[in-house]
């Protein structure tokens, strides 16, 4: 049935899939879901806000099997996703697997991966959404901690004891080493 199912989705034209894609967010909770994928869409093809809010940004790839996604892919959309669109969650859904160095950039980026086999579990409803929580592991994404504006309150555990506390540097004047003397 799985097969069947990657098959349908491999088959449609990219806009369909993006609009298929929105279909399935909007199926599983999301609100405010809209097709973005146009040419200087930055990336983003689907944005939406998941049923807890937090506002995800899907790019599709809909590919052949023997075509993976790979890495300056990915660095395309990492360059963008958080930075630009602001979103909270950040995935790339295709019809077709990753390349290692792809899945290495995502885990460092904290983009979620969704390949064909998770991405036919979400459609069939036998696995989670991109967003859900339980997809993390499945879609190897980074539990390393994003640093948004949402957060940076936050980041003072994560940094190492010597940095707590400190504030970053607001003038050029407090980057810069000074000799003795110098004020």
Aim: aromatic letters at 8%; a positive charge; glycine letters at 8%.
């Amino acid at each position: 049935m799985q097969a069947a199912e990657a098959g349908r989705y491999r088959t449609m034209d990219p806009a369909e899939f993006e609009n298929a894609l929105a279909f399935l967010c909007v199926r599983d909770g999301c609100r405010a879901v809209y097709v973005t994928g146009r040419s200087g869409d930055l990336g983003a093809d689907v944005i939406g806000y998941s049923p807890d809010g937090a506002k995800v940004v899907l790019q599709a790839k809909r590919y052949a099997t023997t075509n993976k996604v790979t890495s300056p892919d990915l660095q395309r959309f990492g360059g963008t996703c958080f930075t630009v669109h602001r979103a909270d969650i950040a995935a790339v859904v295709t019809t077709s697997t990753f390349t290692k160095a792809a899945r290495d950039y995502a885990l460092l980026a904290g983009i979620r991966l969704v390949d064909a086999t998770a991405f036919t579990a979400w459609a069939t409803r036998t696995g989670p959404p991109p967003w859900h929580r339980a997809t993390r592991a499945r879609c190897r994404t980074s539990e390393r901690p994003r640093f948004t504006p949402r957060n940076v309150g936050r980041r003072a555990r994560h940094l190492p004891p010597a940095h707590r506390g400190r504030r970053p540097p607001r003038r050029l004047s407090q980057l810069t080493p000074r000799g003795p003397g110098e004020r």
